[in-house]
């Protein structure tokens, strides 16, 4: 009896919808996290020194403060998964 085995037979990128500037997105992330002034620079070294111009999200930045922050956007916006199994 042969054996069967699952090949991934095609992969591509696929980005969220809304796209930010880089420095924009570090503005809202700081805002949201309630950062003092030393953390808030080390996130702007960290962030300008990314090398990254645009950002993409899944929801559009605005609304990231109605969900009280970063971390609860992960659970609510998170994507479904798209997984295509050839046999």
Do not use: C, W
């Not at 095609?10 to 796209?19: D, E, I, L, T």
């Not at 808030?40 to 645009?54: I, K, P, Q």
């Amino acid at each position: 009896m042969r054996e069967r085995v699952t090949r991934i037979v095609a992969v591509r990128s696929a980005f969220p919808a809304y796209r930010y500037p880089q420095a924009d997105l570090t503005q809202k992330v700081a805002e949201l996290s309630g950062l003092g002034p030393a953390q808030r620079a080390l996130l702007e070294r960290l962030h300008a020194n990314a090398g990254v111009d645009y950002r993409h999200t899944v929801l559009p930045l605005p609304e990231y403060g109605a969900l009280g922050g970063i971390e609860p956007a992960r659970v609510v916006a998170r994507p479904p998964r798209l997984v295509n199994i050839v046999r």
